[in-house]
Every structure is written in structure tokens, then in C-alpha cells.
């Protein structure tokens, strides 16, 4: 299943983000691409305050850590791929045990990997002018899918028409 929609604002890239982590279910796997400056932490932020993250651990990227973990309604395992060298470093900070476990699991940069990763739900964001983003999703498999209809059937975008 696949659907688009676009935001106007930051602020609408974090509601997105919000709705999607009050729908997500332990053990989905989500894969983030998009440029540098595409949105995908303001998403993650999102992401994290529909899991009820507080906001005394803030959501920022961890390209220098590559994973940050959250807590809230769900773990969030926050993973950055954006400096990733090789394909075994992944292994090597315990993606696996982490991956369809007991959170949420987010994956920035993910189409760094030679090899994709299994997940539920894709995620790629463009940038169409300075703070207007399209968001494509792709739901892989019955989980992604449930989820993704539920966020269609409950996301009312805010931009108003000009």
C-alpha cells in the first residue's frame, strides 16, 4: 500500500510524526530517507511525542551516537545511518535485538545499506519548496498497512490553499 501526502510546515511535519506514533504498534520497523535538511528528525520528533516521549529527553538526530533510545509508550530506537561506514556496523550496535522488539524502531538513512532492510512501513520525504514536504509511505507488510490506513483515514492536513 502506498500513499502520499504533504506538509506545509514544520509544525505540520511534527503532527504527522505525532499521529504516526500514536498508531504504531511494538515491533514495527520504520525506514526514513530523505536529504540532508529533508525533515526526518522533525518527523522522529513527532514520531516520539505521539509515543508520549517526555520532553525532557529530546528527539535530535544521533548521526554521531547512531542510536538514541527513547522512552514512552513504547521504546524508541533511534538509529541514524548517516555516518555509517559499513554494512556489519549495524550488527555491531545491536540493531538485531532491537529490530521487531518491544518499541519502535526508526531507521534514518536507511537506503545507506547495501542490503534493505525488512520493515513496515517506508517512509521517503522530499523537499518541494522551503518548508513544504512530500511524504511517500510504503507499507511492507500487515502491520505497516493497518497502520498506514488508519493514518489516512485520520490525517486532515492543515495547509490551507492559496
Request: glycine share 8%.
Amino acid at each position: 500500500m502506498l500513499w502520499e501526502t504533504t506538509t506545509g510546515t514544520p509544525e505540520e511535519t511534527r503532527a504527522l510524526g505525532r499521529l504516526f506514533g500514536e498508531l504504531a504498534v511494538a515491533g514495527m520497523v520504520v525506514l526514513l530517507n530523505g536529504e540532508l535538511g529533508a525533515g526526518k528528525t522533525c518527523f522522529a520528533q513527532g514520531v516520539a511525542s505521539g509515543l508520549a516521549v517526555s520532553t525532557a529527553s529530546p528527539v535530535t538526530s544521533p548521526s554521531y551516537t547512531l542510536l538514541n533510545i527513547h522512552y514512552g509508550r513504547l521504546p524508541l530506537y533511534h538509529f541514524d545511518l548517516y555516518r555509517l561506514s559499513q554494512v556489519d556496523d549495524l550488527a555491531d550496535l545491536g540493531y538485531d535485538e532491537f529490530a521487531e522488539g518491544d518499541g519502535l524502531t526508526l531507521v534514518e538513512w536507511a537506503d545507506r545499506m547495501t542490503e534493505e532492510l525488512p520493515a513496515s512501513i517506508a517512509v521517503s520525504i522530499e523537499t518541494l519548496a522551503s518548508q513544504q514536504r512530500k511524504f511517500c509511505f510504503d507499507a511492507r507488510d500487515d502491520r505497516g498497512r493497518e497502520l498506514l490506513a488508519q493514518i489516512v483515514r485520520r490525517w486532515l492536513p492543515t495547509v490551507k490553499p492559496t
